[in-house]
């Protein structure tokens, strides 16, 4: 039966630099009880076209043009607003991306909890809080009586998304829709809330958009895909389908971006790399490092500030030529390890030797020759670039100020970098606006190689990236370490990218290193426990395989 | 909380103690002294003068004598007014302007948040325009003009008010209140305005509105509280701003409240009524500075959370 | 930096780019409002500048035949009560209000930004404690304290400017602090630290131009409060004193004999209030075309 039907949908925004159709005519159904997933990359118009349908876009500047959307019989696109208001909430609700900012910080949980049984069901407050009191229990909150009155900043994220999660299905709606609601969590959060999203759903037989740029999550929870790209729809069908028959370039172009398994092995490289690691002495060796943070959000002149262990007694040693994978959840420690090994952040105890130079004994004028051997990649290529430099005073004022490059040579040595890291030359003139997110990561791979450094530490490099972009990222980094023969600290919290860069994985975990290992042995035997749970929740895209591991985890008792 | 309201009112001490302390050393070295304006006095009688006032003995006692007889309540005798002292002068004069200032600060607030809000719903509609053209024209029309003005169209033209006094009439009141009022309700309008947009733009105003809650509800219960925290936050420093321009409202009206009586005494050089008028001033800014403060903490809940963790 | 690139050795098909300064001047040209409030405050100050040269009348030219007449083709704006021009008075009163607003403001840029950077970029305790004083110093009744300073040490103009700066600096000093710690935060910032860039290298190349925008902006809508200020203090006969001349004093004046002759008291006050609507315009103008997320349209 059914419960959607979305017939070209169009969506357009206006905006000063001109019309910007976000949705251009889409059409798909949705069944009781099924989950249709919509991927995409950012951009591609996925969530502008699930707001449509409720008329959350904000008019203006968007606008809907034309289309058709028959939810149980009514045009949800010709509903006037009152209308809409009865359906949104209590027959079709949402659960958005990021909890942090989805929950109204002034009220309480247990408020926000009984709002829609109050407007849609009008009954009493007092039996929409026992009810509230219900499904706050049922998505897994501990105590729900006591969690009533607490404020959303007193959740972690994992728990904000269950109060999402409960608060959407307070009013037993039919259609819920899910709008990348694992992005902004870890990965042993997003493997609980996807199996709550999926056991609920079962239990209450109820229909599901799930709209996601991940494709193994997606190959886990979907029964059918539509894949958007630019405003349309360029391939829909069910899972399998998509997954093992996709027929659209793009299709295939998203799947293969994915990286799987390990790096590809080019012909002589891993020899070689095996090789070096025995013949060189280590490049950087690290022994009990600690990284204290005062919180000083208490006030400063308090005796007993808390003292965040940030890094917490860690060893470690980068051979030469090697890639080093530092996996890690958010909070772990894994970014501050790269900083300290930098001394960009002021560290506790415990040394750093960079070939054979200890680092935290050196003065600021003693640590300049050393800061051009190692060099930093990082995460978020909108603010890692000052936007009111040129992507020539970017690269060039490395070059200068380590005196690489005369002022006579420098035009040509930046060029020779933006060769390097794929950059149009004609783009030598341009500020870091005018590029998009990877581009702009280029220029800032570019900076980091341009002092032809010995050590790269890469702070999670392509989390912020588009998944085709990431994939070109990633091979760039692989193809530079090679030509230029650099030894590289990855850190990620993604596991997949980390297996398929790294020689060897070391895990992070509370600031502590659980675990270090050769990539390949690590993924197919790993030892602690921890590493153990965070491997078991990485979703794979592969449909048959990903519902075989579920099976597996249901049956271990997760 | 009870621990931040302690910790607050103990920073308050300090700030007092620097206002009083740069306040009466000012007043001292200030040239020529009280007296000194008068026709020729006879030596003895300054003499009898300085000694009444404690004006012969050393600076720092004169100093910690004022200082003990402020933490006993007590502002002095005014040079002015023999016999008359600084606090009948103040209490004469307090319930006036402080009915002053509120009617001035219910303009401000009722007519600002309610116009600054209105516009933030509807932003670059005429909606928006017109409320916040009045708001830029309230900022741009200081109180010393918009008070003038005023009187000369209602007062003198129409003859629908009366131009100065402070009876019992209603009509006495609204053109103070207006004038020392708008400025500050044209600010209170922008800065509200201003709060609301970026409230309504965040996420879970859009949550609210998939839970398929009417707009007022939206707006009221969800929106309201976080646009108007920098209104509260600015509070405090508004009703120091309405206490000095009431040197100017009271000037223009002739309104026989603290403000002009603090004007009057600058000219006359009237040490202790300025000492006194400052120092009372001075800790009713910083109550009034610590009351938004308390208040901005109590009706954010992350920062109440703060203070509890902090503790 | 980009003046030290031979321009010979720039690729000529190298398209050029749009530096932030340059978007923003577009915006700013499409914005009519801020565009006037520019053009009426290059006239005034032009006109200020040049008072001396083309004022109508002589500063204390009297006419007392005259008196206090209307508007009229020899006395444009009406003439004063002793039968002076009202365009020559206001065109001096300019030259006062004006300096006014910018050397106060000039104060008060100088001390805040130099506070507000200095402890935005040491943090920890530093920070702490300059951001304690500053908190402290706004608890203070400045109002209160200049009517005192004023009262105390006579009508002086330059305590009036130092008086008028040193209270504006505060919230200068908390934008530009502000600014700066996000700035640290932001990785090109760390970047600049891990390339080995010296302190002063990172603060003058990275810190300095991107605090630019918030602070020039705030400068813009502090001259009108300082004008408004010294209005204010005039008003009450406490700011600048005869025979130099403020709007302010134009004003007080003109109050005197409103009932008699209006134009005494509305064209003093109209110019004043054009004059703030002009800066304000420009400020908001210029935080809509420096800051385009802030002004969300």
Redesign the interface.
Known sequence: MKLLKVDNLTTHFHTREGVVKAVDGISFSVNQGETLAIVGESGSGKSVACYSLLKLIPQPPGKIVAGSALFDGRDLLQADESTLQNIRGNDIAIIFQDPMTCLNPYLTVGEQLIEPLIYHHNISRKNAAVRATEILGEVGIVEPEKRMGSYPHEFSGGMRQRVMIAMALITEPKLLICDEPTTALDVTIQAQILNLVKALQIKRNIAVIFISHDLAVVAGVADNVAVMKDGLIVEQGPVDEIFYRGQHEYTKKLLAAIPEGAKPLSAQSPPMNTDKKSEHKPLLSISALKTHFHDYSGGWLKRNQKVIKAVDDVSLTIQQGEILGLVGESGSGKSTLGRSILQLVPITSGSVVFDGTELTRLSPTQMKPVRRRMQMIFQDPYSSLNPRMTVFDTLAEPLLYHRLATRKTVTAQVLALMDDVGLARAAIRKYPHEFSGGQRQRIAVGRAISTKPELVIADEPVSALDVTIQAQILDLILALVEKHDLTMLFISHDLSVVRYIADRIAVMHHGKLVETGITEPLFSAPKHDYTKKLLSAIPVADPVKERQRQVDLIQLGN | MFRFIISRVLQAIPVLLVVVTITFFLVRVAPGGPFSAEKAVPPEVIKALEARYHLDEPIWQQYLGYLNDLVHGEFGPSFRYPGRTVNELIAGGLPITAELAFYAMLVAVIIGVCAGVFAALKPNTPQDYIPMSAAMLGICMPSFLMGPLLVLVFGIWFEWVPVSGWGDLPGDKILPAITLGSGYAAFLARLSRGGMLEVMSQDYIRTARAKGLPEWVVVLKHGLRGGLIPVVAFLGPAFAGLLSGSFVVETIFQIPGLGRFYVQAAFNRDYTMILGTTVFFATLIVLFNLLSDIVSVWINPKLRHQLREGK | ??S???AA???E?????????Q?AWIRLRKNTLALFGLGVILTLCLIALMTPFIAPYGYEEQNLLLGAAPPSAEHWLGTDIFGRDMLTRIMYGSRVSLMVGFIATGVALAIGVLWGTIAGYAG??VD?VMMRIVD?L????F???I????????RNILLLFLAIGAVEWLTMARIVRGQVLSLRR???V????????S?W?IIR??LI??TLGPVIVYTTLTI?SVM?LE??LS????GIQPPQSSW?LL??Y??ET??EY?WL?LFP?LT??IT??AL??LGDGLRDALDPKAS??
């Open positions: 930096m980009s030290s690139i031979p050795e720039i690729l098909y190298a398209e050029k780019g749009t530096s932030l300064w978007d920890g305790r702490a402290i706004y608890a203070l009744p109002m209160i304290f009517v005192l300073l004023m009262v105390v040490f006579g932001q990785e090109f760390e970047a600049a630290v891990s390339l080995g860039l302190r290298t190349r990275h131009p991107n009108p408004l209005a204010f008003f009450l006969g406490l302010g004003i007080s003109g109050v409103m009932e209006p008291l006050g004043l209030s703030l609507f304000n315009f969300r349209d």
